[in-house]
T-cell receptor, first 107, second 114 residues
Framework: EDQVTQSPEALRLQEGESSSLNCSYTVSGLRGLFWYRQDPGKGPEFLFT???AGEEKEKERLKATLTKKESFLHITAPKPEDSATYLC????????FGPGTRLSVLP | DGGITQSPKYLFRKEGQNVTLSCEQNLNHDAMYWYRQDPGQGLRLIYYSQIVNDFQKGDIAEGYSVSREKKESFPLTVTSAQKNPTAFYLC?????????????FGPGTRLLVL
């Protein structure tokens, strides 16, 4: 059965304090790994898709990387507007979402 | 301006009542999906549709029904058989129903029970 876990459950950073969020997965035949950002009371907003180990993608202060067992979302010099829940999903036999990491960036 | 719309934003259900959540997309996507989101849990798939007039059950289909009469529309009915309907409901679409296809989400509908 495909599974996704995310850590930490919640993360509090000071503005400018870089860090990483983890997405660990167990899937039979990874076809894609997806990162989304979700603000409270809103639908998830697509960030990145990664397809194979070693792949990296960047967007502003965010950089996503992928290995055979996990993905990291690196946040460089975060700002308060980066505060949100970040969701990871994997596609194998099914599309499975992790529970998310709730990020708070304090000014 | 392409996108996915969901209505209403908030919906209240009385005991024994069926309610329908609307989802419309103008992205010309073939596949559409309905998810349920509960606090502290990942999104769970209710139903999905790959093509007009065809749909499949997801992981938690009991107490829900859908239709896909038009490519643009995929309404979800929460029936009285769903005993714990309070949740945030999200509709998504993708260009095709492929495992590598990115899903794009609407703004969501929050369903509350009176």
């Amino acid at each position: 059965e495909d599974q996704v876990t995310q850590s930490p459950e919640a993360l509090r950073l000071q503005e400018g304090e870089s860090s990483s969020l983890n997405c660990s997965y167990t899937v039979s035949g990874l076809r894609g790994l997806f990162w989304y950002r979700q603000d409270p009371g809103k639908g998830p907003e697509f960030l990145f898709t990664l397809y194979s180990a070693g792949e990296e993608k960047e967007k502003e202060r965010l950089k996503a990387t992928l290995t055979k067992k996990e993905s990291f979302l690196h946040i460089t010099a975060p700002k308060p507007e980066d505060s949100a829940t970040y969701l990871c999903a994997v596609s194998g036999q099914n599309f499975v979402f992790g529970p998310g990491t709730r990020l708070s960036v304090l000014p | 301006d392409g996108g996915i719309t969901q209505s209403p934003k908030y919906l209240f259900r009385k005991e024994g009542q069926n309610v329908t959540l609307s989802c419309e997309q103008n992205l010309n996507h073939d596949a559409m999906y309905w998810y349920r989101q509960d606090p502290g849990q990942g999104l769970r798939l209710i139903y999905y549709s790959q093509i007009v007039n065809d749909f499949q059950k997801g992981d938690i289909a009991e107490g829900y029904s859908v239709s896909r009469e038009k490519k643009e529309s995929f309404p979800l009915t929460v029936t009285s058989a769903q005993k714990n309907p309070t949740a945030f409901y999200l509709c998504a679409s993708s260009p095709r129903d492929g495992a590598q296809e990115t899903q794009y989400f609407g703004p969501g509908t929050r369903l509350l029970v009176l």
